[in-house]
């Protein structure tokens, strides 16, 4: 498609667009009492106008029923959890038994890693990407310490090449090929949280079965962005958070993926707790762990029903829409943006480098830029004129336009918020 960067162009793509009318369905911040333009659906989705009925109902079930509320709630609490796993199964591309969702992401990790990250003789190493997102190293290093390794030598950084932003597929074969038998775990975020790449997970979780490896993914940027197909890549196990394309509010449960061939083992390493056992007998109070035959086998405990309301409320939105028509949109919406940037960037001469890989398979939603010689101050320009991106150090914006909430004339007014605010920042430099 030809794009053009007007006004009129970017109505017609509104127009065009099957999902313009969930834009509505989700309540934007104002700026200067105007909408905003919201581009950090990558750090927190906007709020579902549907979350607050859910949440609603599970205060009004509260005052009303209290204890009762576990069996006689609208959506009972003893269960409810449970309700979340076939929407998502859908999202992530995995069976239903293969979903649960409890805790927050990192928690998670840690707590899978007590069965996937079982060091052993001369394989006790992990492989990751470097600069991979700040929680994640934090939680290899005390995995390896834990385990009584040096995490300068049991974590092996894939590297990029310099002068490169992103990872190349033959880097990442090499690495996992040089580690070999050493490796116990990969464990990477499936897409890179700074620059918006996409791994091939795929041919890299056979890569580390291949030599032996359990293979894990991070997907806090994966959920709700990319296709996924968790269980037909054979990937072991997953977990993402629910905060940020999943839009189910700020620091909430995290969703888990667990493949089918580890359910039902009483063998398995894994700590426990009684939302882990069967829920036949579970509140008999017997005191053998009989774990569920599925996912729920990590749960622990009994699951914060607060937290789990709006996330249900955003599934549902999901699985009206699915992830298909998202991916569609997003593809589009993306290319536009990116359209804009390079039309922007030529008229005022301004230096921006899209950071992110130009490919639709190695992208999702997020288009990250790095502002030569234009930098902080630009950024906050944008804030105060309602764009709300984020800003990383030492000079990159993310712009994330998600598919269910953003339109393509909020495209193009923010190249021309964007342009204002290079030509006002180069008046003042020559005044
Ligand atoms: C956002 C993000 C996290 C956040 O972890 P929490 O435990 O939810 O605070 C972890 N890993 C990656 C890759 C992220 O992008």
Redesign the pocket.
């Known amino acids: 498609m030809q794009f053009k960067n007007t006004r009129e162009f970017a109505q017609k793509l509104d127009q065009q667009d099957i999902l313009r009318t969930y834009r509505d369905q989700f309540i934007f911040p104002k700026v200067n009492g105007e909408q905003v333009i919201y581009f950090t659906g990558n750090s927190l989705g906007l709020q579902p106008k549907s979350a607050q009925k859910y949440v609603d109902e599970v205060m009004n079930d509260w005052a009303e029923l209290a204890v009762e509320g576990h069996f006689y709630a609208k959506k009972p609490w003893w269960d409810y959890h449970e309700r979340l796993a076939q929407p998502l199964s859908k999202i992530v591309g995995a069976k239903p038994s293969e979903i649960t969702v409890m805790n927050?992401?990192?928690?998670n990790l840690h707590l899978l890693m007590v069965s996937f990250y079982r060091p052993q003789g001369k394989r006790y190493k992990i492989i990751c990407e470097e600069k991979a997102?700040p929680?994640?190293q934090y939680m290899l290093q005390s995995q390896v310490r834990f385990h009584g390794y040096d995490p300068k030598d049991a974590i092996v950084e894939i590297k990029k090449r310099e002068g490169e932003h992103n990872f190349r597929i033959e880097d990442i074969l090499a690495t996992i090929q040089e580690v070999g038998e050493e490796c116990a775990l990969l464990l990477i975020?499936g897409v890179n949280?700074y620059t918006g790449q996409v791994f091939d997970m795929k041919t890299i979780t056979k890569a580390g079965h291949d030599v032996g490896a359990f293979v894990g993914w991070?997907l806090?940027?994966g959920a709700g962005n990319i296709k996924l197909k968790l269980h037909e890549w054979d990937v072991d196990f997953a977990s993402w958070?629910s905060y940020?394309y999943m839009n189910s509010g700020p620091g909430n449960a995290?969703g888990c993926y667990v493949h089918e061939r580890f359910h039902n083992q009483k063998d398995i390493p894994r700590f426990e707790g009684w939302w882990g056992t069967s829920r036949e007998t579970r509140f008999l109070m017997k005191p053998e762990f009989e774990p569920m035959p599925n996912a729920d086998a990590w749960q622990l405990s009994n699951a914060p029903i607060l937290a789990m309301a709006p996330y249900l409320a955003s599934l549902e939105l999901f699985d009206e829409v699915g992830m298909d028509a998202l991916i569609e949109k997003r593809n589009l919406i993306v290319s536009y943006l990116e359209f804009v940037l390079k039309e922007i960037d030529a008229e005022v001469e301004s230096t921006f480098e899209i950071i992110t890989p130009s490919s639709p398979e190695e992208r999702g939603t997020q288009l990250s830029v790095f502002l030569h010689g234009e930098g902080r101050k630009l950024f906050e320009y944008l804030m105060k004129k309602g764009v709300i991106t984020d800003w990383r150090e030492p000079n990159v914006i993310r712009l994330a336009p998600a598919p269910f909430y953003c339109s393509f004339e909020d495209m193009y007014q923010f190249g021309q918020i964007l342009k204002q605010g290079i030509l006002e920042k180069a008046n003042q430099l020559s005044n």
């Not at 927050?104 to 928690?107: D, K, P, R, S």
Request: charged share 20%.
């Open positions: 927050t992401l990192t928690v997102f929680s994640d975020g949280y991070d806090a940027h958070c940020k995290s």
